[in-house]
């Protein structure tokens, strides 16, 4: 089973959530239900899926997350315009 690492968000420049997950199409449901109403990406309408890598192993994507958090911001945006430069969501793609 792959594991993913992804990035959401309200709209293009604005507030950016990093997450992990096994079965990225209903994590990404799960937030745009706001199935968690109390949660950081309810709070903020974080519902636009922009950006996601697949690993073979959970440990991978573990890395691959606390390296993405870790970065500033400048870098994140930077990641999702290579490879979504017009900002579309991706759930659909999943």
Not at 36 to 55: G, M, Q
Not at 69 to 80: C, D, F, V
């Amino acid at each position: 089973m792959k594991h993913y690492v992804y990035i959401i968000t309200n709209k293009k420049h604005g507030v950016l959530y990093i997450g992990k997950t096994k079965r990225l199409k209903t994590r990404i449901y799960q937030h745009k239900t706001k199935a968690h109403p109390n949660t950081f990406s309810a709070r903020y309408n974080l519902n636009k899926l922009v950006y996601f890598e697949a690993f073979e192993t959970e440990d991978e994507a573990r890395l691959r997350e606390k390296q993405m958090k870790k970065w500033n911001r400048a870098w994140k945006l930077e990641l999702i315009e290579k490879s979504n430069p017009e900002w579309k969501d991706l759930y659909k793609e999943v």
